[in-house]
């Protein structure tokens, strides 16, 4: 029952090009990008339990190394440039989080908050490699000899992509690192107590999660077509946090809702213009007022009532 | 650069410093009764400044009490923030809670902007802005303004802090919820009372800086920087937000005059990140126990 | 895999409408247009002035006389917060969803910078965008709205250096797009007058305090200091050149930040700066259609205030009329860029008579003027930038 419901679903999002208008394709490569975003941040924040404002931060230096790596190099197939994408972001990880080891809770999300503002400087002074407030053009990703210009491709692509990253998250939750990072949100001090070296764990967990959110932000600037610093203030990092607060922290389906649930509410209230920040704001609140542990928690309720 | 201008530039600095710690503090009398951020913190000083100004404008009352009316409404809007939405939080984690003041600063922003429109106005101030001389410098009254009422303000509240029931309640509860309870203490009248003087302390501080920033629904943006002072400051402490802000005010201002164009800009938060790194608890603060 | 990928391909090709089946947007009983805008974010209040003060009142006027050719006219908003990601999904979706006809007065360089390769691609107008850098040049279906800034510059710097024999020039100028693009214009400009920029100081969007950036330039001793700024660090700057006592410099401001917003703010600190007005004054112009604006926005809108922002959006509503007009009624995107290219000579009581080049800038002229008792004063007839 529950493998037919999956192919189903696998089957749906394999047509979905054929099913909907171009319009939605696009939107739904959107909820996949934050997808793999809002799951980096749970990987991080979820489970050691360390809060992040810096996101924004990550995805624009995925995006950048992506949007220039395609610019100068454009003999590059798009999985190499999204991997280095990812490693270039896993590297600006390593930077921040070992220096931020000792800080936990409030302190490390100033620090990310202080970072998301350096990283957005840095752009705007490299201007030679980034055009600064200009902003760059980004061309279709390449693989091989195909060109991946249509929204159809670019959403195989980004669903491809986001597949692999579901499939790697749900595993490293399973094995005994995953185990690891549980028992660290849970308490540090037991965690430690039992074995768990503290430091090491923390630190691979922002690099996995620079990773991710590199990753996702190379398929962003693919996606979109275009990115400028204006693209990754402290409110898209803000916007981050608030998937998987309202999915649920430690969900992998949460982070995944999450990201669809923010994604959607933008677009949807964009109609809205000036009431449109009311409404989000208001359903903000009710979401955590009358939800609190996010969406992922009230399914799991839900399926634990109807068993 | 003469000293003049140097020192016209400290200054200045110190005026919007002394402002940062305003912010730092309300931020921090939130965070020490509650262990939650207030990201609205910026917005209930906005609208509480433009519900002073309103009444300004329609009726042409003096100054003073316009800023008892930013005061009052303040008081009224911390009161029912925290009454009917924070309260009902209260099981919630602390993100639960952080988020729900994002949301808070986003309504409240809109709001303006739907009543007051997103436009920019003059406000009327207490202080003249035309140079006098003080032995061969020159300093803006406006600056000195600024500065006299904080430090004031700050006073005050030591005072209150340090002598009155209410406030000895409040720190109790800094230091340990559980124990002052156990001591008699009625925890959800000092959150109460907490949300109140944050809130009024946010109002006098957008009456004090509104006529130098201007009334406006982004005004609010100015938390950003009280949450960088209280950083610098080791958060949680009030001296801290203190001197976190003034030093805060000053190096945003000094760093333009020396830094090439390129760093300057990243001062505050290359300075934030630097302190939190090397000494977390601030440039005043002490290490804390960690708590099993 | 691969076969599989190929099919699901040419499935989604023949899935695609067919093209040109019929104008996007116009029906028989009304032309919808469309645009992302700010309805939040740091440029909130000039994008509703624009769209729904500026735009829709031109509009409302039109619907009321019968609209244009029997057909009303229907506008749609998204909000984009000043975001591109989020202009480049609203452009989308008034394009692909909403099937508009056409795009108006958006606003801000990155959100309109991030949209104009697809609008290009999808050969949808893009009418008026409200920004000023020269990245709108060259587009086919693009016509450009404001004054762009090197047009800005040549007539400011042309006039000061040129007329006045001005020699001494500094600026202050925002941190982005706009300021960036000021500070290259003027640095060309002023070489042809083989001058040079003495200091250039920039202010970060958002920033609370401006007397570095003042105390530093005073240092330079300019006899010009140029404000590339917006209402609100203006208006600090003119404050602060009050608290420092700084009198022998003068203080000019840019064509978009000429307006009555910055004066209102800085109150008496105002007295005496000049600058290139792109608009003749909203308030106190006699101009017979700055006059005709004023009437209909007591009629429509009696609690809106008259500024430039509803005065540029109100000229857009209007010439995207004046050429519907022509274009005729069996309206199309391309009729109606023929129509834009073929304007010669429009008189809109408002700017100077519009004749519209291959460049398809639909702006390129201002005034000087000088702030007596609070107001702008016109210091000379409208300055040409060809």
Not at chain 2, 46 to 53: A, H, K, P, Q
Not at chain 3, 10 to 37: K, R, Y
Not at chain 3, 124 to 146: A, D, E, I, N
């Amino acid at each position: 029952m529950r493998w037919a419901a999956a192919g189903a679903g696998g089957v749906v999002l394999l047509c979905w090009p054929l099913l909907v208008p171009p319009y939605f394709v696009f939107l739904t490569s959107l909820i996949v990008v934050n997808a793999i975003v809002a799951i980096g941040l749970n990987l991080l924040s979820g489970y050691t339990n360390q809060l992040s404002f810096g996101h924004a931060g990550f995805f624009a230096v995925g995006a950048y190394v992506a949007a220039v790596l395609t610019l100068r190099a454009p003999a590059l197939p798009v999985v190499a440039t999204l991997a280095l994408a990812g490693l270039a972001t896993a590297l600006v990880g390593l930077a921040l989080g070992i220096p931020c080891l000792r800080l936990e809770g409030l302190y490390l999300a100033m620090a990310t908050l202080a970072f998301g503002f350096v990283v957005v400087e840095a752009i705007l002074n490299l201007d030679w490699l980034t055009r600064g407030n200009d902003g760059l053009a980004v061309p279709a990703a390449r693989l091989g000899p195909l060109a991946l210009g249509s929204d159809a491709a670019k959403y195989y692509l980004v669903l491809g992509v986001g597949a692999l990253m579901v499939a790697a998250a749900v595993n490293i939750a399973r094995t005994r690192t995953g185990r690891a990072l549980l028992a660290i949100r849970e308490s540090e001090i037991a965690a430690q107590a039992s074995g768990v070296h503290l430091a090491a764990y923390k630190t691979l967990a922002f690099a996995v999660s620079a990773f991710y959110t590199g990753v996702a932000g190379g398929l962003f600037a693919f996606v979109v077509g275009f990115i400028s610093p204006d693209a990754f203030d402290v409110f898209l990092s803000v916007d981050f946090v608030a998937m998987i607060i309202v999915g649920g922290l430690g969900s992998i389906p949460g982070s995944i809702v999450g990201a669809a649930v923010i994604t959607l509410l933008y677009d949807w209230l964009a109609a809205f213009q000036n009431y449109r920040p009311l409404l989000f704001g208001l359903i903000l609140i009710g979401c955590m007022l009358f939800m609190p542990g996010g969406i992922a928690s009230r399914m799991a309720k839900w399926t634990h009532q109807a068993q | 650069m003469t000293t003049t201008a140097l020192v016209h530039v400290v200054v200045s600095g110190l005026a919007t410093g002394s402002i940062y710690a305003l912010m730092a503090i309300s931020l921090v009398i939130i965070y020490n009764a509650t262990r939650t951020l207030n990201f609205a913190q910026g917005e209930m000083l906005m609208i509480s400044t433009f519900v002073g100004w309103s009444a300004h404008e329609a009726l042409r009352l003096p100054l003073p009490l316009v800023l008892l009316i930013a005061v009052a409404a303040a008081a009224a809007l911390g009161w029912l923030v925290e009454r009917l939405v924070i309260r009902h939080a209260i099981a919630a984690t602390h993100l639960d809670v952080l988020i729900i003041t994002l949301g808070l600063s986003l309504v409240l922003r809109a709001a303006a902007g739907l009543v007051w429109t997103h436009d920019e106005f003059p406000f009327p101030s207490f202080f003249r802005e035309r140079p006098i001389g003080l032995g061969p410098l020159r300093v803006a009254p406006v600056s000195l303004g600024i500065i006299g009422g904080s430090l004031a303000l700050m006073l005050a509240l030591a005072a209150l802090f340090r002598w009155t029931r209410l406030g000895r309640a409040m720190r109790a509860v800094a230091q340990n919820q559980r124990a002052a309870r156990l001591m008699g203490i009625s925890v959800e009248r000092v959150y109460s009372a907490s949300w109140v003087l944050a809130a009024v302390v946010g109002a006098i501080a957008g009456v004090l800086i509104a006529p130098v920033i201007f009334l406006s629904s982004k005004m609010g943006l100015v938390a950003i920087n009280g949450f960088t002072a209280a950083v610098l400051g080791g958060f949680g402490s009030m001296p801290g937000a203190v001197v976190g802000g003034m030093l805060l005010g000053v190096l945003e201002n000094l760093a333009p005059l020396w830094l090439p164009a390129g760093i300057k800009h990243s001062v505050p938060f290359l300075l934030m990140i630097a302190i939190l790194v090397i000494r977390p608890s601030g440039v005043l603060g002490r290490v804390r126990q960690r708590k099993v | 895999m691969r076969t599989l990928l190929t099919v699901l391909a040419l499935l989604a090709l023949l899935g695609a409408p067919p093209a040109g089946a019929q104008t996007p947007g116009v029906t028989d009983a009304e032309i919808l247009l469309g645009g992302s805008n700010s309805f939040s974010g740091p440029l909130a209040f000039t994008g509703e002035q624009i769209t729904k003060f500026g735009v829709d009142l031109y509009f409302r006027v039109v619907n009321d006389a019968g609209g244009i050719h029997g057909r009303k006219l229907r506008t749609v908003y998204y909000d984009d917060g000043y975001k591109p990601q989020e202009a480049v999904a609203n452009t989308r979706k008034l394009v692909e969803q909403d099937k508009v006809f056409a795009l108006i007065a958006p606003q801000g360089s990155p959100p309109v910078v991030a949209t104009l390769g697809y609008v290009e691609e999808q050969r949808v107008p893009m009418l008026f965008p409200y920004q000023s850098s020269p990245v709108t040049r060259g587009k086919k279906w693009v016509f450009q709205g404001m004054t762009v800034s090197d047009r800005s510059s040549r007539m400011m710097v042309d006039y000061l250096a040129g007329q006045r024999k001005i020699k001494r020039f500094a600026a202050i100028y925002q941190d982005d797009e706009y300021g960036k693009s000021f500070l290259a214009a003027f640095e060309k400009d002023l070489g042809r007058h083989r001058l040079k920029l003495l200091a250039a100081e920039s202010v970060k969007r958002g920033v609370s305090d401006v007397s570095a950036q003042i105390a530093k330039l005073q240092a330079a001793k300019p006899e010009v200091l140029f404000l590339v700024l917006v209402p609100g660090p203006a208006a600090q700057a003119l404050k602060e050149r009050q608290k420092i006592g700084w009198k022998d410099v003068l203080m000019v401001s840019t064509g978009p930040l000429t307006d009555e917003r910055y004066l209102a703010l800085a109150g008496d600190a105002a007295e005496g700066v000049e600058g290139l007005s792109l608009w003749p004054d909203p308030v106190t112009s006699d101009l017979p259609g700055v006059k005709r604006y004023r009437e209909h926005m007591t009629k429509y809108f009696p609690k809106n205030e008259p500024n430039r922002y509803s005065v540029a959006g109100y000229f857009a509503g209007m010439l995207f009329t004046e050429a519907a007009q022509r274009a005729g009624r069996a309206l199309t995107r391309a009729a109606l860029v023929a129509a834009l290219e073929s304007t010669k000579g429009f008189e809109s009581g408002i700017l100077p008579p519009l004749t519209i080049g291959p460049d398809h800038e639909t702006q390129k002229q201002g005034f000087w003027v000088r702030v007596e008792k609070g107001r702008f004063k016109q210091l000379t007839d409208w300055l040409r930038s060809e």
